[in-house]
């Protein structure tokens, strides 16, 4: 008898005792207007619908709550853009809520900025401090002298602060987000005549064509897009979906590709072209497509001489012979799909590059097809140029300007420095920051007034793209406020309120929550019918309005007039002879720009492509690093026309040799214990680059050069470097 | 194999194809399951606590090199070696083909983790802390292990017995998709499917008859309960 099946006979007790602790079944989901002990028995978990804010794809949560605290997050499946999926930062979003470095009443500052002293005070004193800087601002009548700077905010909470600013007096209100899509309007703008984003119907195109798109870690909705990816592959019966790759440095996205294109950083944009040259010169484009938007191949075909096949491979570094089967395989398989991303955009020569990557999709007719680009049902106007927006801020405030800025979110460690922000900021007589953790812009601020976390505030998300049909996530709180802390927006109708006159008018609610249910009412229309007090519990009870309206009647569309994209070659910053590598800066998977450093599960998460946990690295090609005699681990100095940094270096195979990649998200000075002076911030190197002396967000196009210091690198993996069974023991 | 005396025999299916490696699983589980969080010593010393890891191998040489992602977690063996090395058994074989793990028998020998051929098992080297108020997040369904305790994946076995019991409670048996651990619920992509294998129509039970099935490392006899699906296409290495 096997010694298994002997216990067998024992092992009921023993699961038994394993499960030690109350069995606790799951309610239905509730709207946390219910009273507390209506419908919910103790030791009983309960489930809330909720919004996921990490990013501003917006997914839809569920929280699982027992005895009043969060327990699980999990993704809400009556949310059409993750259908119950979450990625890994959304999971983490808990420890955001019970981390242990909270800001848990507000501050004010009592040594020099940056030493991280605070007096504690209260509220009254905290909002008193604010009103009386903008009361001085009214007084002198220099309300411009107010800038707000947060990232782009979406539904009743842009409503508000732009309500806020207006009625106060001020134009200067930034949104800014180093990742913000404003490229991707901007190209649409001009190719299509409408800012809308692209909604790519992934999961039903059979040949997908990334350049540089990152879906899966966070381009534009990364779970709804992840989860069609899934279903490209392996969710139709006979069809297989491909996905060829191009980019100098294979992505987490890359990784799952069919076939990788390591093309030279900058030629993306010109090796479209060289396709789309192909593609006509063969006549494998669709005529109805090219008719239906205005455009003449033999035109086109003129047009585009300049990228011969023989050029474009030359620019890009690639094999012409697979250019070309690149290009037949994408003109010949329907629908086919291409897509930009932000290593792309983020050129000198970003915005046409992002436009002749649409050119592509025109010429294969697949706009407003079934596995092609639809327009994104997602808020269809955003910013389009904020980079120039926060120049002119830097300006402002550099010539002393603006006297308060109040700052949501952390620009001191997510903007580049290249920009001059933070000098910039430095100047500033008095800053307002309502993080929750003592951040990078926190520490330097002069006042704290300290945001909920996110499971414990009230809120609309408008995801940001990633659907057809308009959606409306709903926050609710799903725990009691741990602290004394205040909701962002309420803290600045209370400040309206306390400034009076035509500001405190111009927000007749009680709290921002009425706010929020009448923005809401106004978005249901007359179709919600006669309560809308039972309306608004249903809808927070499945976590939003997802009703499906109109959106459907758009269409995108070549716009008439539109010029051809003409990338040209792309500049980079820095000399090649003292610089000789090419910088890429991408979103850490785990951290994005940063925002997800405080939580120690995303630390220790270990880095998809490095296995690397609880720290930053450089990644350099093995020949590039025999080259310059650097090891796995040793500790490095990378070194830009901008600045300098230290950080362990990475073997990564999956790189141009010509090319080093460092992932954004650490090097925090503040942001709690698990943040706080962990790996380095590559924006560091980042170099300003202009078109036409404008400068552009060109953060991919700087030149390095990297020197081994030591072996002492002190970087640490979670895997063997090269995985630990071989691979093909195991069959993959 | 052994008779079975339970109508559930859980397993899962892993889809190589359909799995980007994006780590979200690998957090869900932690998140579930009150796994400690572990600092960089910790994991310096190949102590990380993870029930859930992927896998990433390197295959080829720039620039026609390729990744591979490989989800691993225990494999809930029917012939499994942890089993029988354990002098108190702790480590057992359920009906339901579940590998269980009795914590509070644990004497921490180490021997099931010495055994274990996949390495999924993680023992307790340190006691794990949560500072407050981080301990909210605790769930109240599963123990906090204490120093000195292997521990391992449960496929979320508190899920399972929620299930199981609301199922009774019906007087029905439990229905397919209704129960999924942490991480296959979570997975953007689908690539992880649960369910009961000994339900010939439960989507895992139809997956894992797929041609592209594999076990993994077949050949040491393990009969692991999860299959994994090829990668398919992949044409260009
Ligand atoms: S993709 Fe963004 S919104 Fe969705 S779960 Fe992840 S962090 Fe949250
Ligand atoms: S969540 Fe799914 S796609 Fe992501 S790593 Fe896990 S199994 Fe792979």
């Given amino acids: ?732 | 194999m052994e008779k079975m005396t339970s109508p559930y025999r859980w397993g899962m299916v892993v889809d190589l194809d359909r799995c980007t490696g994006c780590g979200a699983c690998v957090v869900a589980c932690q998140a579930e399951n009150n796994v400690g969080i572990c600092g960089k010593r910790e994991i310096a010393e190949g102590r990380d606590m993870h029930w859930l890891r992927i896998e990433r191998f390197w295959v080829g040489e720039y620039p026609n090199v390729r990744v591979r992602f490989l989800p691993v977690l225990c494999q809930h063996c029917h012939d499994a070696p942890c089993e029988p090395v354990c002098p108190v058994y702790a480590s057992y074989h359920n009906p339901e083909g579940l590998n269980g793990q009795v914590y509070n028998r644990c004497v921490g020998t180490r021997y099931c983790g010495n055994n274990c051929p996949y390495a999924v098992r993680v023992f307790n080297f340190y006691s794990h802390e949560w500072p407050k108020p981080l301990d909210n997040q605790l769930s109240p369904d599963i123990t906090v292990r204490p120093r000195g305790v292997m521990e391992k994946c449960t496929f979320c076995i508190q899920r399972i017995r929620r299930a199981r019991e609301d199922a009774e409670g019906e007087g029905r048996k439990i229905r397919d998709g209704e129960v999924q651990p942490a991480c296959a619920q979570t997975c953007p992509t689908e690539a992880l499917v649960f369910g009961n294998l000994a339900d010939p129509r439960s989507r895992a039970a139809r997956l894992s008859r797929s041609p592209r099935g594999f076990r993994l490392l077949e050949h040491l006899g393990t009969h692991p309960s999860i299959t994994y699906l090829k990668g398919g296409g992949r044409e260009h290495v």
């Fill in chain 1, 1 to 732: 008898m096997k010694r298994r099946t002997f216990l067998q006979l024992g092992t009921m007790t023993a699961a038994a005792s394993w499960l030690s602790g109350c069995r606790s079944a799951n309610e239905k989901l509730i709207p946390y207007l219910t009273p507390p002990d209506e419908g919910v028995t103790p030791g009983m978990a309960v489930y809330y619908a909720s919004s996921c804010r990490f990013c501003p794809a917006g997914c839809g949560i569920l929280v699982r709550v027992s005895e009043g605290r969060a327990k699980k997050i999990e993704g809400n499946p009556a949310h059409p853009l993750n259908r119950g999926k979450l990625c890994a930062r959304g999971q983490a979003v808990v420890q955001e809520l019970y981390h242990p470095d909270r800001v848990t009443q507000p501050l004010k500052r009592s040594g020099p900025r940056g030493s991280g002293q605070f007096t504690r005070i209260s509220w009254e004193e905290g909002l008193a401090l604010l009103t009386e800087q903008l009361g001085k601002l009214q007084r002198e009548r220099a309300t411009d002298r107010l800038a707000l700077v947060t990232p782009p905010l979406r539904g009743t909470l842009a409503e508000l602060a732009a309500g806020f600013m207006r009625s106060f007096g001020s134009p200067r209100h930034l949104s800014y987000e180093l990742l913000g899509p404003d490229w991707l309007r901007t190209a649409a703008r001009r190719s299509f005549g409408q800012p809308s984003l692209p909604y790519y119907d992934i999961a039903e195109t059979r040949y997908l064509l990334s350049f540089g798109a990152d879906f899966v870690e966070y381009h534009l909705s990364p779970v709804q897009y992840g989860f069609a990816f899934g279903r490209m592959r392996q969710g139709r019966d006979t069809v297989r979906g491909h996905f060829t790759y191009v980019g100098g440095r294979m992505s987490l996205t890359a990784a799952s590709a069919d076939r990788w294109m390591a093309a030279r950083p900058g030629s993306e944009g010109m090796l479209a072209l060289g396709i789309a040259r192909l593609i006509l010169a063969e006549s494998l484009f669709d005529a109805g497509s090219l008719t239906a938007n205005g455009l003449r191949a033999d035109d086109l075909l003129r047009r585009l001489e300049a990228y011969d096949l023989d050029r474009v491979a030359h620019l890009s570094g690639l094999r012409q012979d697979v250019i070309a089967e690149v290009a037949r395989e994408f003109a010949t398989t329907r629908p086919a799909l291409a897509m930009a991303g932000e290593p792309v955009a983020f050129q000198t020569n970003g915005p046409d590059a992002v436009r002749a990557v649409q050119l592509l999709n025109v010429l294969v007719g697949n706009l407003n097809r079934p596995g092609g680009i639809y327009p994104d049902a997602g808020e269809t106007t955003g910013p389009e140029d904020s980079f120039a927006e926060l120049l002119s801020l830097v300006d402002r405030m550099l010539g002393d300007r603006i006297s308060v800025v109040m700052v949501h979110g952390d620009p001191v460690h997510a903007v580049p420095p290249a920009t001059g922000f933070q000098e910039a900021l430095a100047r500033v007589p008095f800053i307002a920051s309502f993080s929750s953790l003592l951040d990078d812009t926190a520490l330097q601020a002069d006042l704290v007034l300290p945001d909920h976390a996110a499971l414990e505030s009230w809120g609309d998300v408008i995801p940001l793209a990633g659907t057809r049909e308009p959606v409306i996530g709903l926050m609710q709180p799903v725990v009691t406020p741990l602290y004394d802390t205040r909701q962002f927006p309420e803290v600045l109708m209370a400040t309206a309120r306390g400034l009076g006159g035509t500001m405190a008018a111009a927000f007749p609610y009680q709290s921002y929550l009425e706010m929020l249910k009448s923005s809401i009412k106004k978005r249901v229309g007359p179709a919600g019918g006669g309560d809308f007090e039972v309306v608004w519990v249903d809808l927070l009870r499945q976590g939003g309005l997802f009703k499906a309206n109109n959106g459907q009647g758009k269409s995108l569309r070549w716009a008439a007039g539109a010029t051809l994209p003409d990338p040209g070659e792309p500049r980079f910053a820095g000399d090649e002879k003292q610089f000789p590598l090419h910088l890429q800066v991408y979103p850490s998977t785990a951290f994005l720009d940063g925002r997800g450093a405080p939580l120690p599960w995303l630390q220790q998460l270990p880095d998809p492509m490095t296995t690397v946990v609880w720290d930053s690295w450089v990644e350099l090609n093995p020949e590039t690093a025999v080259w310059l005699g650097i090891s796995f681990g040793d500790l490095v100095e990378v070194t830009s026309p901008q600045g300098s940094l230290r950080l362990p270096a990475v073997i990564y195979p999956g790189i141009r040799p010509d090319t080093v990649a460092i992932p954004l998200g650490q090097g925090h000075h503040g942001g709690g214990r698990y943040a706080k002076g962990r790996g380095a911030n590559p924006l560091a190197l980042v170099a300003l680059m202009g078109i036409n002396r404008e400068p552009q967000p060109a953060w991919n196009a700087t030149m390095v050069r990297v020197t081994r210091i030591s072996e002492k690198g002190e970087l640490v993996t979670a895997g063997n470097p090269q995985g630990s069974y071989r691979s093909e023991l195991i069959e993959i």
